[in-house]
């Protein structure tokens, strides 16, 4: 069965966060696990944060979920499909 990420990367958490926020939002039925993670604390915040998602739903909308949240600036974001061949789910599962 394969799973399908989207890493995102933010460069300026100040100026990107809510539009990346309103993207992720419009598209939330597509989203099934979401980590954001960004250095520092408090007062020492960094301006770069990484978001993971993991995806459900067809190719079109995962694609174009992308291709929207590339639209914004100061982010990069790229899906990553992972799958083990048939003959390893096989020998998982006995």
Do not use: Y
């Amino acid at each position: 069965m394969a799973r399908h990420a989207l890493l995102i990367l933010v460069g300026n958490r100040k100026a990107a966060a809510v539009d990346v926020q309103k993207t992720l939002t419009a598209w939330g039925c597509l989203i099934k696990i979401r980590l954001g993670i960004h250095d520092g604390v408090l007062t020492d915040c960094s301006e770069k944060g990484l978001i993971f998602c993991e995806l459900v739903g067809d190719d079109d909308k995962r694609n174009e979920l992308t291709r929207k949240l590339n639209l914004i600036k100061g982010v990069c974001a790229r899906q990553i499909t992972l799958d083990l061949d048939q003959d390893q789910e096989d020998e998982e599962e006995e």
